[in-house]
């Protein structure tokens, strides 16, 4: 993501190789000519007769009432890569109310730090740490905010019981003991938190009577669950990122510092950009593995990576982990967005004895790098039926002056041959993202047309870049929104008011108008997409460094009367089965109207370190009515039809009755 300490930035296809093309020795990243994507692709006026857009996103910040303040280590210029990562908000129905509520992650600083050297009982070794003060100068905290029914939302943390001041990244929520309510795993930098729903409004923090806490001196980032066993009960992969501790001891060392120094006082400042001092990473620091938990029979976890191959010779740096069978084996598979290294496609296979073993294979399937052929700093990422063929696609973004990749899944020789994929994110909207700094992502239906469209939140890791001219980027940046216009070509237009700005001379801008909403310029992380107001429209929890988030509101160009939703359009589908994998992560649906057909994957852990909204919301343009095809999780691969269901209602779709049940939501106008 960041600079290497050998010569420069390690970041986009470019900046990670430490090619001269652009950068030379850490020079103008800007470029032309061959192999930059700002000065190739689709012409800029493909869609100038093209129809007004429909998508609208309102900014609705000031009156939701959403102050959660980030504290992403120090504001404005950073020392230390961890500094540099934000929080994943996470979209749930905590209090089972049908409106969905949010998990909002904190950080931290490093005042409230001392680094030590302490024994580890892993190696017998003593290593550098990171320990909290008994006394913290700062206190931050998770937070949870209810929503109200009325356009607003409440802050309840300490109603809930939720007090977690650990450096905190990416939230998780699930039903962990299949009770009926969802549990929330919060990946943290030092030992994580798993908030058990209590029933009554509360949390109980049970990740280290489960053995899912970790240890003290990992970063993890995400988790993803699933039955990857298939035994009926949840399972926990975290990823994790680095060792800050050792890069922070290895420069106290370096700039001859006494044992003891406050952590604040150690510069981070050992490598260059752009000829400037910045801090390192991610290559050259110090990976840290990951950590596959099975759900036991008593609702303990065991830690099964080694036994189940999910360990490499080197750890990585992970920052987006999702679960999805991509290749509709009935297995669960696991893949990882490692930030500025290849990577990973964990294949689960099954021996004769049913032994469980993965192995990577996202070399052979295409999706170990982009079609440039170097490791790219992966961020977040998507899992999506994007070209609506059937086949669940993969939608990576990156660092700047790079493009992301959109991995298309294909078979050889048809629907019966093996997966493969291919990377069109260069040729699909690579010159429109080239200079943007992307991560939080998400493909849905944001005109409830019948096709995905895409929302790429934008922000830089260094504030210094506003220092530089004609870098075609900065350190607050616009966010990105591109609508489907075809989605069997992957043809898509930018809108909203990057596109604006960006319009060729003499462009009717006026059709790209997509609302105020993307004329909000910030340094951000994360994009949490949910319709928390139940109207059928999609909506979208932006997360900031270093201030509260955006809250921005999915609407049409004409809104229906007030407190209806729109009866056309669209449906939404949750998913039930008994068991402890009570929603069936893991599985898939397609839905079908008349001339269209679209999959889906059934899982939590999307966009960047957090989690979207846990029904899934299915555009159906014109259709008054769709049929859907559940294939529910496990080896055999059973599956259940529902037809007749009406649009604009949301639909739970039970796998031991066979039927389908509407559920009323309360809908409610938001001024």
């Known amino acids: 993501m960041t600079c290497s300490r050998t010569f420069l930035l390690v970041s986009s296809v470019l900046l990670l190789a430490g090619l001269p093309v652009l950068l030379g020795s850490c020079g103008d990243e800007g470029g032309s000519g061959k192999g930059n994507p700002a000065a190739e692709g689709v012409e800029a006026d493909r869609w100038k007769d093209a129809p007004a857009t429909k998508m609208r996103l309102r900014d609705v910040t000031a009156t939701a009432g959403i102050t959660a303040l980030n504290h992403s280590g120090r504001a404005g210029l950073k020392e230390f890569l961890i500094e540099a990562v934000g929080p994943g908000a996470a979209w749930f129905d905590y209090d089972g109310d049908h ?76 039903d962990v ?42 970063w993890s980032t995400c988790a993803a669950v699933g039955d990857v066993d298939d035994d009926g009960r949840l399972d926990i992969y975290v990823a994790a990122y680095s060792d800050p501790a050792a890069e922070i001891d290895r420069l106290r060392v370096k700039q001859g510092l006494p044992a003891g120094t406050p952590v604040e006082s150690i510069s981070g400042r050992d490598c260059k950009w752009r000829a400037i001092q910045a801090y390192c990473g991610p290559i050259g620091l110090k990976g840290q593995h990951d950590t596959m938990y099975r759900q036991r029979e008593d609702g303990t976890f065991e830690d099964v990576t080694d036994r189940w191959g999910l360990r490499p010779r080197i750890g990585k740096y992970a920052f987006t982990t999702l679960m999805f069978d991509f290749n509709d084996d009935g297995l669960l598979d696991i893949y990882v967005a490692n930030d500025s290294e290849e990577n990973f496609m964990w294949q689960q296979e099954r021996g ?34 994007i070209d609506q063929d059937g086949r669940l696609d993969i939608f990576i973004t990156n660092f700047s002056h790079d493009y992301n990749n959109l991995y298309i899944a294909k078979r050889v020789g048809g629907d019966g041959g093996a997966v493969y994929y291919k990377d069109r994110g260069l040729q699909t909207m690579g010159q429109q993202v080239y200079y943007d700094l992307s991560w939080g992502c998400g493909w849905y239906d944001f005109d409830n047309d019948g096709d995905l469209d895409l929302y790429v939140a934008n922000g830089h890791v260094y504030k210094e870049i506003d220092i530089f001219e004609k870098t075609g980027t ?48 910030g340094c951000s992380r994360q994009a949490a997409f949910a319709d928390w107001n139940n109207d059928g429209r999609m909506d979208i929890l932006v ?84 049929s859907a095809t559940v294939v529910w999780p496990g080896r055999d691969r059973q599956s259940t039809t529902y037809a007749g269901l009406t649009a604009g209602r949301h639909w739970i779709l039970d796998r031991e009755s066979g039927q389908a049940t509407e559920e009323a939501l309360p809908t409610f106008r938001v001024p």
Not at 185 to 208: I, K, M, P, Q, S
Not at 366 to 379: L, R
Not at 474 to 483: C, H, K, M, R, T
Not at 585 to 597: H, K, Y
């Open 352 to 385: 004769a004895d049913g032994r469980i073993l993965f192995r990577d294979t996202s070399d052979t399937l295409g999706i170990k790098v982009g079609q440039q052929t170097s490791a790219q700093a992966s961020m977040g990422m998507s899992v999506s039926d």
């Open 177 to 218: 003991d299949a009770d009926g309510d969802q549990d929330v795993f919060v990946a943290n930098y030092g030992v994580n938190r798993l908030w058990r729903n209590n029933g009554d409004g509360t949390f109980t923090d049970v990740a280290e009577a489960l053995g899912v806490a970790g240890s003290p001196f990992d």
């Open 474 to 521: 900065s350190y607050d940046q616009l966010n990105a929104f591109f609508e489907n216009m075809d989605a069997r070509s992957l043809a898509f237009r930018e809108v909203g008011a990057k596109a604006q700005r960006n319009a060729p001379a003499g462009a009717d801008t006026t059709k790209l108008d997509a609302g105020d909403g993307t004329a909000v310029a």
């Open 543 to 626: 997360m900031n460094m270093n201030t509260p988030p955006t809250v921005l509101l999915g609407e049409g160009p004409a809104r229906e009367p007030d407190g209806a939703a729109s009866d056309a359009g669209w449906a939404k589908f949750s998913f039930r089965q008994a068991g402890g994998n009570r929603e069936a992560l893991g599985g898939s649906f397609t839905v079908e109207t008349p001339g269209l057909n679209q999959r889906f994957a059934i899982n939590r852990q999307q966009s960047f370190l957090g989690c979207d909204d846990p029904r899934a919301h299915v555009g159906l343009g014109a259709a008054q009515t769709c």
């Open 99 to 174: 409106l969905l509520d949010v998990y909002i992650p904190d950080g931290d600083v490093f005042s409230n730090y001392q680094l030590k050297a302490v024994d580890d009982p892993d190696t017998g070794r003593t290593r550098p740490a990171l320990v909290e003060n008994e006394s913290r100068k700062e206190s931050f905290l998770d937070s949870l905010w209810r929503n109200n029914g009325d356009g607003t939302f409440t802050d309840v943390t300490t109603k809930a019981g939720i007090f977690d001041e650990r450096w905190s990244f990416g939230a998780t929520p699930f």
